[in-house]
C-alpha cells in the first residue's frame, strides 16, 4: 500500500531528526530526507477514505512528532524556531486528524471540527479529510462555510471542492461567488474552484453567471475587475434532455489541497 510505505519512510525520516545532536545536523538530515515533499505526501495519502488499516503507522508518525517537536524546540537555533517548529506543528495536526479519520472514521472527524477548543490547525485538518471523504449527509456542514460571512477562507475553501459531490446546490456556489467577487485576495484564492465545482455540477442555475463571465471578463477594462475565468467557464447545455458525464467523471484527479 503506497500510503503505508509513505508513512513508514516519514517516521524513518523523523527517527533521524531525533539523532542529530546539533542545529546543523538536524537541518542537514531534514534536506537529506525532501522532508517537506515526504511528509505531506505521506499525511495527504492518510487523508483518503480507506485509510483505516493505516491506524499503527499514523500513530508511530505521531508520536515521532510529536518527539522531533521537542528536540527541535530545545535546540536553539534561529531558523528552526522559525521556519522547522511551525512546519512540524502543522504535520503533527495533520497527523492527529488522519489518525482520528483511520481511528474513528467521519464521527470523529465530525467532533474534532466541531470542538471549538481544538487546535485551529487540527480542526482545518479534519475539516479537509471530510472534504475528501464527502460522506453522504456532510453537506449541511459544508453549507454552513459556504454561507458564513468570514469564515476562514482555508475552510471555505475545502467546502467548495466538496460542494461538487453534491448535486442541486450550485445555487449556493453562485451566491458565494457573488459575495467574494468585490474582495480582490478571496476572488483570486476562491473563484477558480468555485468555477471549477460550479463546472462539475453543470447545473441550469449556474447557467447566467457563465454567461456573464464570458462577457465582463473581456470587456471591463479594469483588469483587477475582471471576473476570475478560465476555460471551464463557459456555457454547456443544462437543460432536461442534456446528458452530462457524472460529477466523478469531471473532477479531476489533483483532489483536494491544503490551504492553511
Known sequence: MEALRALYRLA????????????ARFEEA??????????????????????EGLEPALHQVDRRLLAVLERCRALPDPHLVTFRVPELERWQHAAAAALVGAR???????????????????????????????????????????????????????????????????????????????????????APKILESLYVLSEASSLPLFEELLVTGHTDPDVDRRAQSSPSAMPRPC????????AASRTRETGLCRWW
Open 104 to 190: 474513528w472514521g467521519v464521527a470523529g472527524l465530525r467532533t474534532v471540527i466541531a470542538d471549538t477548543a481544538a487546535p485551529f490547525g487540527r480542526r482545518y485538518f479534519a475539516f479537509l479529510a471530510l472534504a475528501e471523504r464527502h460522506p453522504d449527509g456532510a453537506w449541511p456542514l459544508f453549507e454552513r462555510y459556504l454561507v458564513t460571512p468570514g469564515a476562514h477562507h482555508a475552510f471555505v475553501a475545502a467546502a467548495v471542492e466538496a460542494a461538487r459531490y453534491y448535486p442541486g446546490h450550485s445555487d449556493v456556489l453562485v451566491r458565494l461567488f457573488d459575495r467574494i467577487r468585490r474582495d480582490q485576495l478571496l476572488r483570486r484564492f476562491l
Open 12 to 23: 524513518g525520516a523523523l527517527e533521524q531528526l531525533l539523532g542529530a545532536p546539533d542545529a
Open 30 to 51: 531534514w534536506e537529506a530526507a525532501s522532508l517537506d515533499r515526504l511528509a505531506w505526501e505521506a499525511l495527504g495519502l492518510a487523508r483518503r477514505a480507506d485509510a
Open 239 to 246: 437543460d432536461a434532455h442534456s446528458t452530462m458525464p457524472s
